[in-house]
């Protein structure tokens, strides 16, 4: 069971990127699908999560409006569509999923994660 995350890269401030997340083993389509990032020195911390219906996104605060999650079930992947990014908005971006559970924001909550690509934004 693996979750392969990709799409990282370096990128000027005001640019965008889209990151992909696709699962692999077992199918995720019933899974709630996270996005974590961590920078340098920092705790890992939510950026965005959806449920298996894909309806009701839910954001953290410093990328509302700017990041938008969505997924494809058939494909067993979900996305991150990352606008307008800043310097602050440079780590390691995970994805996760987990099947039963409340607490989306808690990486405690979460089973599976992928690897992480690293995105770096410069100003």
């Known amino acids: 069971v693996q979750l392969q995350a990709s799409g990282g890269g370096l990128v000027q401030a005001g640019g965008s990127l889209r990151l992909s997340c696709t699962g692999s083993?077992?199918?995720?389509?019933?899974?709630?699908m996270g996005w974590f990032r961590q920078a340098l020195g920092k705790e890992r911390e939510f950026v965005a999560g959806?449920?298996?219906?894909?309806?009701?996104?839910y954001y953290a605060d410093s990328v509302k409006g700017r990041f938008t999650i969505s997924r494809d079930n058939p494909k067993n992947t979900v996305y991150l569509r990352m606008n307008s990014l800043k310097p602050e908005d440079t780590g390691v971006y995970y994805c996760a999923a987990y099947e039963r559970g409340s607490y989306y924001s808690a990486k405690e909550s979460y089973d599976y994660w992928g690897q992480g690509t690293q995105v770096t934004v410069s100003s």
């Open positions: 959806l449920r298996w219906t894909g309806s009701n996104p």
């Open positions: 083993g077992r199918t995720f389509s019933s899974h709630f």
